[in-house]
């Protein structure tokens, strides 16, 4: 059973840098697709950031390309996204998820792709 286990989300000012963590643990897999999603109360789950296997195909939403970047190390089994220049519409629970095994050549955007996912982090921004 595959854990996802986030960490690093907080309370920060607008222009602040924050980095969120994903530890992963119980997959037999030793490669995985990897995406961050985010939601804000009262809005639907969106796509923030995602990756390919081998970091050959990468994604950022327009509203954070430029400012995030998603990061994984395979030897700690840990995913990464750093947030920089943080704006209060970043203001959301921040969820990673990942799928083991996956060999897309290019980046899947939707939530049903990704089998295994994190509890969830706050993330609010202050202006």
């Known amino acids: 059973q595959v854990q996802l286990v986030e960490s690093g989300g907080g309370l920060v000012q607008a222009g602040d840098s924050l980095r969120v963590s994903c530890a992963a643990s119980?997959?037999?897999?030793?490669?995985?697709?990897m995406g961050w999603f985010r939601q804000a109360p009262g809005q639907e789950r969106e796509i923030v950031a995602a990756?390919?296997?081998?970091?050959?195909?990468?994604y950022y939403a327009d509203s954070v390309k430029g400012r995030f970047a998603i990061s994984r190390d395979y030897a700690k089994n840990t995913l990464y996204l750093q947030m920089n220049n943080l704006k209060p519409e970043d203001t959301a629970v921040y969820y990673c998820?990942?799928?083991?095994?996956?060999?897309?050549?290019?980046?899947?955007?939707?939530?049903?792709?990704?089998?295994?996912w994190g509890q969830g982090t706050q993330v609010t921004v202050s202006s």
């Open positions: 119980g997959h037999p897999y030793s490669t995985y697709a």
């Open positions: 998820a990942v799928s083991p095994g996956s060999d897309w050549s290019q980046v899947r955007k939707t939530a049903e792709d990704y089998h295994y």
């Open positions: 990756e390919t296997w081998n970091g050959g195909d990468t």
